[in-house]
């Protein structure tokens, strides 16, 4: 059974960091592609990041470029979102989503085959 729990979430002032961790079980990471999502009060979930645990693939979204970085530890079974420079608009529930590399790349919202954890709030305060 795929398990995802994530962890790390909290309050944090403009400018600061956090680190989120996603505990895996279940899967092997070379067979899945791993990533973090994130939905903020009153809008839609969007992705963040994401790696083929293949090929090591990783895609950021526009808007966490340069400030977000993604990691796994294999011998941890553990994904990572390394989160600098951060702004209010970080603002959100954070998850971390697994999906087969038989269908895609990535996690994709909406797909029937993806898991998803439970998700850990993080708050940017100005």
Do not use: H
């Amino acid at each position: 059974e795929v398990q995802l729990v994530e962890s790390g979430g909290g309050l944090v002032q403009v400018g600061g960091s956090l680190r989120l961790s996603c505990a895996a079980s279940g899967f092997r990471f070379d067979d899945y592609g791993i990533g973090w999502f994130r939905q903020a009060p009153g809008k839609e979930r969007e992705g963040v990041s994401c790696i083929n645990g293949r090929d090591g693939t990783i895609n950021y979204a526009d808007s966490v470029k340069s400030r977000f970085t993604i990691a796994i530890d294999n011998a941890k079974n553990m994904v990572y979102l390394q989160m600098n420079s951060l702004k209010p608009e970080d603002t959100a529930v954070y998850y971390c989503a697994a999906e087969s590399v038989f269908y895609r790349n990535c996690p994709r919202l909406g797909s029937e085959n993806a898991y998803w954890g439970q998700g850990t709030l993080v708050t940017v305060s100005s």
